[in-house]
């Protein structure tokens, strides 16, 4: 329930999570955390809240670091003319759904 209302709230927002990687990991992963203080009374809410920016922060550098270097390496676009074609052309040779174009 939580991650289906998480795609809702970032649909609206206008983020793009194709796939729900940030609902279903980020906001399940949350929850999660500040679930932790209402079973462990040794545990608190401020702890909680320090985990989720210190992972949040973690997350965000490493990911703005390995992608800085993928993009410096071999880029991370797709040309123009494969972009225009789809990949499906460029990556596997034919179209996957050659039922919706046209050939006229």
């Known amino acids: 329930?939580?991650?289906v209302f998480s795609i809702v709230g970032l649909d609206k927002l206008k983020i793009?999570?194709?796939?729900?990687?940030?609902s279903a990991h980020g906001t399940a992963g949350i929850w999660g955390l500040l679930a932790?203080?209402?079973?462990n009374p040794g545990a608190?809410?401020?702890?909680?809240?320090?985990?989720?920016?210190?992972?949040f922060l973690w997350v965000f550098l490493a990911s703005l670091l390995v992608w800085g270097i993928i993009k410096a390496v071999m880029g991370i676009r797709v040309s123009e003319e494969e972009e225009f074609e789809g990949l499906?052309?460029?990556?596997?040779g034919l179209e996957a759904y050659p039922e919706f174009t046209r050939t006229s």
């Open 1 to 3: 329930v939580l991650v």
């Open 16 to 22: 793009d999570d194709p796939v729900g990687a940030i």
């Open 36 to 39: 932790v203080p209402l079973t």
């Open 44 to 55: 608190t809410f401020g702890a909680q809240i320090l985990g989720i920016v210190v992972i």
């Open 88 to 92: 499906d052309i460029g990556e596997c």
